[in-house]
């Protein structure tokens, strides 16, 4: 069993507040969990009780076996070497698992999707949210790759009580995603969502687009609306029709990630960074990472992983 890490002496499993049973709303108990990952050593040993709703990005890699399940009320069956991808606000119920079944789970936040894979986040919603493509299956080396990724995760979370281990699981949780990112590329499934693209100029990816090559993000909902010529609410009504978020949350989400990176990554002072992201002056930002992140700019870059 995955330890806290913060947590060195004790094994209960983690309660994690991204993944609830439907029914009473409780969290689920997992194998590690934290503000923004999850990660579940085998799905079977959780999802037999009852419905649960993910409330963050799942990414299931079925190791062995195979399980029948309802996805947001539709039937699916998933097998040994497949990789599926849930967004947001998805349900899973009715499982029914070989008695062979091993699937191993990791869900993650908006948030730290946004910082780990912030020059391919167009790749991860085009196939999320436009295409709605959730299922791929590995070769054999792609389930070589990923087993050893994770044991590594296993191995990281399990040793001792380095200071850093937090920032080495990330890493290679990291790695592991851009490595996902970089299949989906050469997939012939993402070539059809850059023609289909092309061929009807769909209004949410032409959002996402215009929003991903803004340097400028952090601006009204109006202000995008003009440029993709429809109404503000016509566009937020399509947000949300295809990923369950507003155009405002969208907004936010990138300015956040924007934000995070720039703070993190970067030796640029607090006003030339409100500078560069648009705000009107440092207080202004101050304020709105308040609002967001819970802290002051300062803090925040602060503050360890």
């Known amino acids: 069993m995955m330890k806290n890490m913060t947590e060195n002496t004790n094994d209960r499993p983690q309660h994690a507040e991204g993944l609830y049973y439907k029914h009473n709303n409780e969290p689920v108990e997992v194998d590690y969990s934290d503000d923004d990952i999850i990660i579940v050593d085998n799905i079977r040993d959780i999802v037999a009780a009852e419905p649960m709703r993910i409330n963050m990005n799942g990414i299931f890699v079925c190791f062995n076996g195979t399980i029948q399940v309802d996805v947001n009320g539709q039937q699916h069956t998933y097998h040994k070497n497949q990789l599926v991808m849930f967004p947001p606000n998805t349900t899973l119920e009715n499982h029914l698992f070989s008695v062979d079944f091993e ?49 590594v995760v296993r191995f990281c979370l399990d040793y001792g009580s380095d200071a850093y281990k937090k920032e080495v699981v990330y890493s290679f949780i990291q790695g592991a995603l851009m490595g996902l990112c970089g299949m989906i590329l050469h997939d012939d499934d993402y070539e059809g969502v850059k023609a289909e693209k092309a061929s009807n100029g769909n209004l ?25 010529f429809v109404t503000p609410k016509y566009l937020s009504l399509v947000c949300k029709q295809h990923s369950s978020k ?26 030339e960074i409100a500078n560069i992201l648009g705000f009107p002056n440092p207080s202004f930002f101050g304020k709105y990472v308040k609002q967001q992140l819970g802290c002051t700019p300062l803090e925040y870059r602060n503050r360890k992983e």
């Not at 990816?205 to 009204?220: E, G, P």
């Not at 507003?246 to 990138?254: D, G, K, S």
């Open 246 to 271: 507003t155009a405002l949350q969208w907004i936010e989400e990138y300015t956040v990630a924007d934000i995070d990176y720039y703070l993190r990554s970067t030796d640029y002072s607090i006003k």
């Open 204 to 228: 949410f990816t032409r959002f996402l687009d215009l929003l991903q090559n803004s340097k400028v993000k952090h601006r009204s909902v109006a202000h995008y609306a003009s440029q993709l």
């Open 103 to 151: 699937c191993k789970a990791i869900m993650m936040s908006n948030r730290i999707i946004q910082r780990f894979i912030r020059p391919y986040i167009d790749v991860w919603n085009h196939i999320v949210y436009v295409k709605k493509i959730l299922e791929r299956g590995l070769t054999e080396k792609d389930m070589e790759f990923t087993r050893k990724v994770y044991d």
